[in-house]
């Protein structure tokens, strides 16, 4: 069965109220008011208004530029032309090109009504203030999105502690069977769950913080430590003990992947495993070297993975 979206319902609700209000008050040309309507009808409130005052911007410009052509070259279709030619790069220049399809409905009143009137002007200024009035007001109720988010939250958690579980599988056994599919759907939820997000963020013109927006671009930072990190683990080698030191924390980390933000106490647990290492020898060999190289640079993203948790807020220990 398929789903009616709310900016389905609020376009279907829009445009006969619109036609209802510019025919109440006797407009000419009151039809008009719904497609005014529908093409403001926007899924945030931000970009309602952003579009909304484009639109009634452009049509202020289209009615000067018409109604001056108009009256110069006259009321004929190659004066459209010229309009068109003229009024374009105009709103290509101010960034208002979203404006072009609405003022043309005006320019094209303007040319229907073979001249250019004070009642004229009028009344297609009413006749935009009732459409774009009634896509304002509509788009004033967004469906809230914290279901979603609060979803696409958990399931990106799910996978990265199986991402870490498997590291830490790998580490302590040497086993390698796994896909590492988990790291596909991560990198789709992430894009799933910023566009959510940056939604949000823009049906709430007043908020400053938004904590699923900056939670979710922690996560796409932790993501890229994780894409970097699964090379360095397959070129390291050390002894038992290490790999079981390494294990352990990525187990814990796996056990632990959660909003609240318990980073402080991995990175002194980080700094213990380093303080362990480095009582060993120290490497007499070339490849011994950069084997060892690499299990520094493994700890280092490990690091990075919880320096990027720990700033994204105040600890939670």
């Given at each position: 069965?398929?789903?009616?979206?709310?900016?389905?319902?609020?376009?279907?609700?829009?445009?006969?109220?619109?036609?209802?209000?510019?025919?109440?008050?006797?407009?000419?040309?009151?039809?008009?008011?719904?497609?005014?309507?529908?093409?403001?009808?926007?899924?945030?409130?931000?970009?309602?208004?952003?579009?909304?005052?484009?639109?009634?911007?452009?049509?202020?410009?289209?009615?000067?530029?018409?109604?001056?052509?108009?009256?110069l070259v006259g009321y004929m279709p190659v004066a459209v032309g010229i309009v068109l030619i003229i009024f374009i790069p105009i709103t290509v220049k101010l960034k208002i090109t979203e404006g072009v399809v609405t003022s043309s409905v005006i320019i094209l009143h303007i040319y229907g009504a073979g001249q250019l009137?004070?009642?004229?002007?009028?009344?297609?200024?009413?006749?935009?203030?009732?459409?774009?009035?009634?896509?304002?007001?509509?788009?004033?109720?967004?469906?809230?999105?914290?279901?979603?988010?609060?979803?696409?939250?958990?399931?990106?958690?799910?996978?990265?502690?199986?991402?870490?579980?498997?590291?830490?599988?790998?580490?302590?056994?040497?086993?390698?069977?796994?896909?590492?599919?988990?790291?596909?759907?991560?990198?789709?939820?992430?894009?799933?769950?910023?566009?959510?997000?940056?939604?949000?963020?823009?049906?709430?013109?007043?908020?400053?913080?938004?904590?699923?927006?900056?939670?979710?671009?922690?996560?796409?930072?932790?993501?890229?430590?994780?894409?970097?990190?699964?090379?360095?683990?397959?070129?390291?080698?050390?002894?038992?003990?290490?790999?079981?030191?390494?294990?352990?924390?990525?187990?814990?980390?796996?056990?632990?992947?959660?909003?609240?933000?318990?980073?402080?106490?991995?990175?002194?647990?980080?700094?213990?495993?380093?303080?362990?290492?480095?009582?060993?020898?120290?490497?007499?060999?070339?490849k011994t070297f950069e084997e060892r190289a690499n299990l520094y640079l493994l700890l280092n993203e490990i690091e990075q993975y919880l320096i990027l948790k720990r700033s994204y807020k105040k600890s939670d220990i």
């Amino acid at each position: 069965m398929f789903k009616i979206g709310s900016r389905t319902i609020k376009t279907a609700i829009g445009a006969p109220v619109s036609i209802f209000i510019a025919q109440l008050i006797g407009l000419d040309n009151f039809i008009s008011a719904a497609i005014l309507t529908i093409l403001c009808i926007q899924v945030t409130r931000r970009r309602s208004i952003l579009s909304a005052w484009y639109r009634f911007y452009a049509c202020l410009i289209g009615i000067v530029v018409s109604g001056a052509t108009f009256e110069l070259v006259g009321y004929m279709p190659v004066a459209v032309g010229i309009v068109l030619i003229i009024f374009i790069p105009i709103t290509v220049k101010l960034k208002i090109t979203e404006g072009v399809v609405t003022s043309s409905v005006i320019i094209l009143h303007i040319y229907g009504a073979g001249q250019l009137t004070t009642g004229v002007v009028i009344n297609e200024i009413i006749l935009l203030v009732v459409g774009l009035g009634v896509a304002l007001f509509l788009n004033l109720y967004m469906p809230s999105l914290e279901s979603d988010l609060g979803e696409v939250q958990n399931e990106i958690e799910e996978n990265f502690s199986k991402i870490l579980e498997e590291i830490a599988h790998f580490l302590k056994t040497g086993e390698h069977s796994w896909t590492g599919a988990e790291f596909t759907k991560v990198a789709q939820l992430l894009d799933h769950a910023n566009n959510l997000a940056s939604r949000d963020v823009e049906n709430h013109l007043l908020r400053s913080h938004h904590p699923y927006y900056h939670y979710f671009h922690m996560r796409q930072k932790q993501f890229e430590v994780l894409e970097r990190m699964l090379p360095l683990i397959s070129r390291i080698h050390a002894t038992k003990d290490e790999y079981d030191y390494i294990g352990e924390l990525f187990q814990d980390l796996s056990d632990h992947v959660q909003p609240q933000n318990t980073a402080v106490k991995y990175l002194e647990k980080l700094q213990n495993i380093r303080k362990e290492f480095n009582k060993e020898e120290l490497p007499n060999d070339r490849k011994t070297f950069e084997e060892r190289a690499n299990l520094y640079l493994l700890l280092n993203e490990i690091e990075q993975y919880l320096i990027l948790k720990r700033s994204y807020k105040k600890s939670d220990i």
